[in-house]
């Protein structure tokens, strides 16, 4: 998900600013251990992980986290972000049986870079890998930046596409970034889309869950995790997730992981996104359930982004919008039960 300070307060960006005013030479470095790592309760190592050889030659990273033998659900990361942040459903997908396949797109963990994408060609990797893995149907659920991909395989997928879940996930770039931080209003309406890849990779690193590479997590996190720093949090639920020492030690090792191959498959899957689509909402098939969550408190990506793809879609019984009292990384960590219980209930009453 997208989980950098940009979707936090004024006060907590400058904070960190101050801290770090000056760029990395070399943001990429190779990933460390913190030292809390063997006790954290979610799953940091790539133990779960593994590639697949795509027809044309390619590679996709894909990760495999719950229950193997459960309903599957192929999850669609943030920006920043890697197969890895997928590891906080391990637990609940066992519990619930579920099987999360996380998969990275182009450029990003351990997926090759694919020149000329589109939106729509990550849906045909996925059909790939879905019959690599004998996946005879599944879910979609995408998370942020996750959102745009997710929809795309709502609009090209085949009948083995039986639900799909967006959380706080971005929509069309015609639907406006009204309500959203300047940070987030800056980048989705002008800066992925025009600004070039070394002006964003500078301002990108200068945000410590998404960049600073050149320090070490144990840093990164000592000073999230800083007094000085948590004050600056204003929204209770944020600083709460701040405090959570497991979900912070996922959070900088799924984004270390994000630039794995360095900044430009970062840099071109924002492009993507925030660039015009090659496909319409409205060509979603009419049959298939879509379920929306957004954050009535999201400044990241604002709740009328939901309100905005539930009216393209047309409403009615397939189509169920909640915008509950959340921020942008609030909705998907609080209410992740919730989310999964309901995909596997669709999916159960359409086998």
Request: some cysteine; hydrophobic content about 35%; glycine content about 10%.
């Amino acid at each position: 998900m997208f989980t950098s300070i940009l979707s936090l307060g004024s006060g907590l960006r400058a904070h960190l600013l101050r801290l770090f005013s000056l760029t990395a030479s070399n943001p990429i470095s190779t990933p460390t251990t913190l030292r809390g790592e063997a006790k954290c309760r979610f799953r940091l190592d790539t133990d779960s992980s593994d590639t697949f050889t795509l027809l044309d030659g390619r590679k996709l990273g894909y990760a495999q986290y719950g229950s193997l033998t459960g309903r599957p659900i192929l999850y669609l990361h943030g920006l920043p972000g890697s197969r890895l942040e997928a590891a906080t459903y391990h637990d609940l997908g066992l519990e619930l049986g579920a099987r999360i396949v996380a998969t990275d797109r182009p450029g990003i963990g351990w997926s090759s870079p694919h020149p000329g994408q589109t939106l729509l060609d990550l849906p045909k990797d996925l059909e790939e890998l879905a019959k690599h893995l004998a996946l005879s149907d599944y879910a979609i659920m995408g998370v942020s930046g996750g959102g745009p991909h997710a929809l795309a395989c709502a609009a090209s997928m085949s009948e083995q596409l039986k639900c799909v879940s967006i959380i706080c996930g971005l929509g069309p770039p015609d639907i406006g970034m009204s309500g959203a931080g300047w940070e987030s209003w800056l980048g989705f309406t002008i800066g992925w889309r025009y600004s070039p890849a070394i002006l964003l990779r500078w301002f990108f690193n200068r945000h410590l869950l998404a960049g600073r590479l050149d320090l070490t997590d144990e840093r990164r996190l000592k000073i999230l995790q800083s007094p000085s720093t948590l004050s600056t949090i204003t929204n209770e639920k944020d600083r709460e997730l701040f405090k959570d020492e497991d979900l912070m030690r996922l959070w900088l090792r799924s984004n270390r992981e994000s630039q794995a191959q360095g900044f430009d498959g970062v840099y071109k899957d924002g492009r993507l996104m925030c660039s015009i689509w090659n496909f319409g909402i409205e060509d979603i098939r009419p049959n298939l359930p879509v379920r929306l969550w957004y954050g009535k408190h999201d400044t990241s990506v604002p709740p009328n982004h939901g309100v905005q793809i539930a009216a393209r879609l047309g409403g009615g019984e397939r189509v169920h919008l909640r915008v509950e009292d959340d921020t942008h990384a609030s909705i998907s960590i609080y209410r992740k039960r919730e989310q999964l219980e309901e995909i596997l209930r669709i999916v159960e009453r359409s086998s």
